[in-house]
C-alpha cells in the first residue's frame, strides 16, 4: 500500500517540475518563487492526492 502512494507523489512532483520552467516563464517567477509554488502546491495537493488514490485502512 505504501508504494502506491509513494509512486502517486513521484508522478505528482514529476509532473509539477517539467510543467516548472513554462510556468516561471509565464508569470515571470524566479527561482526562489517558483520554489515556493512547489512548496505551497505539496503542502495544499500532495496529500490530497495520495490521500485520495490510496487511502490507507487502519484496522482497529
Excluded at 500500500?1 to 507523489?9: A, D, E, F, K, Y
Excluded at 516561471?24 to 512548496?39: C, D
Aim: charged share 10%.
Amino acid at each position: 500500500m505504501n508504494s502506491g502512494r509513494q509512486l502517486i507523489m513521484a508522478l505528482d512532483y514529476t509532473i509539477i517540475f517539467v510543467a516548472m520552467p513554462s510556468l516561471g516563464e509565464a508569470l515571470g517567477f524566479s527561482a526562489n518563487h517558483l520554489q515556493w509554488v512547489v512548496s505551497a502546491y505539496s503542502l495544499t495537493f500532495g496529500n490530497r492526492a495520495c490521500s485520495h488514490y490510496c487511502p490507507v485502512k487502519i484496522k482497529y
